[in-house]
C-alpha cells in the first residue's frame, strides 16, 4: 500500500464506522471488505458479489461512466482529465488487473483519436487482453480481470441495443441499465466461482446498482476532501452513509427470501 492510497483512506476510517468503512474501501478501492464473514455470505446470498465483493464488475462500470462525464467537456479536455483519472487511480490503488485493462483500452482509443482512426471497443478489448496476457499473465486466470472482461462485454451489449433502438436515458438510467445487462453477462462466470446461484440476483442488482456509482464517487471524494478541507467532509459522508445503509439493506433483505438462493458446493 503506498503513502497516497495509506492518507486516502484516513477520511474513511474517520468518517464511518464498520461494516461501512470496511465496504466502501471495498469499493472504491478494491481492497479485501475485512468484514463479519456472515456479511459476506449474505453478500453472495444477494446476488451482489460481482460489484460488491469481487470488484472488477465496478472498475468497469466507474470508468465507462467517468468517460461519459468527462467527454461531455469536449473530446480533448475529456482525454486528458480521463487519462489523469485513470493514471491516479491505477497509481492510488496499484497495478490491478481490471483497472490496467482499463488504463491500456483507453490508451488505444486516444491512439486511434490522434492518429485519425476509428476506435472500436472491441478491438481495444482484445488488444488489453493480449498485452496483458504478455506482461501480467497471471492475471488472466483471476476472477477480478475475468469479470472485467465480461462487464466491459456487457456494456458493448448494452451500448448496441441502444444504438439499435435508439433509445436516449439519463445517466442514472444508463447506469442502471449498463448494470443489468452486466449482470446477465457475468452471472455464468460468478456462478461457476461460487458453486452456486442467486435467483434474486436480477432484482437486487435493479434496487442496488445504481447507488453504487455514487457511493464510489462519494468514497473518492471524502478521500480527497478530508486532506485538503476535512470541515465539509461530514455533510458528505452522512450522505453516503444513507447510500451504504440502503446498499447493506438491500443486501441483507435479498439475501434471507426462502429459495431465492441454492448451493451445489
Known amino acids: 500500500m503506498n503513502f497516497l492510497l495509506s492518507y486516502a483512506l484516513i477520511g474513511i476510517d474517520n468518517s464511518f464506522h464498520e461494516p461501512y468503512a470496511s465496504l466502501l474501501k471495498g ?35 466507474l470508468a465507462s ?16 482529465l480521463q487519462l489523469l483519472f485513470l493514471g491516479l487511480f491505477t497509481y492510488m490503488v496499484g497495478l490491478q488487473a481490471p483497472l490496467v485493462r482499463a488504463l ?13 482512426r476509428p476506435s472500436y471497443i472491441l478491438w481495444n478489448l482484445f488488444l488489453s487482453i493480449f498485452f496483458i496476457a ?7 486466470t483471476t476472477i477480478s480481470f475475468q469479470l472485467s472482461v465480461l462487464a466491459t462485454i456487457g456494456i458493448i451489449i448494452s451500448g448496441a441495443i441502444k444504438d439499435r433502438f435508439s433509445i436516449e436515458l439519463p445517466i442514472w438510467a444508463e447506469v442502471l441499465f449498463e448494470s443489468w445487462i452486466v449482470f446477465l453477462v457475468t452471472t455464468p462466470l460468478t456462478v461457476f466461482q461460487f458453486k452456486s446461484i442467486s435467483l434474486i440476483g436480477p432484482l437486487s442488482t435493479a434496487l442496488a446498482s445504481w447507488i453504487v456509482i455514487p457511493i464510489m464517487v462519494g468514497g473518492m471524494l471524502i478521500s480527497l476532501l478530508y486532506l485538503l478541507i476535512p470541515s465539509i467532509v461530514l455533510p458528505l459522508a452522512s450522505i453516503i452513509y444513507v447510500g451504504l445503509y440502503y446498499l447493506l439493506w438491500i443486501i441483507q433483505t435479498s439475501s434471507t427470501i426462502p429459495f431465492a438462493y441454492f448451493s451445489w458446493k
Open 134 to 140: 504478455l506482461f501480467w499473465p497471471d492475471w488472466i
Open 104 to 116: 491500456i483500452m483507453f490508451i488505444c482509443s486516444v491512439v486511434c483519436y490522434s492518429t485519425g
Open 27 to 61: 469499493l472504491v478501492f478494491g481492497l479485501p471488505i475485512q468484514i463479519d464473514p456472515s456479511l459476506k455470505t449474505a453478500i453472495i446470498r444477494s446476488g451482489l458479489a460481482h460489484l460488491v465483493v469481487l470488484s472488477g464488475t465496478n472498475v468497469t462500470l
Open 65 to 80: 461512466l467517468s468517460e461519459k462525464i468527462f467527454f461531455s467537456l469536449g473530446r480533448k479536455m475529456g482525454t486528458i
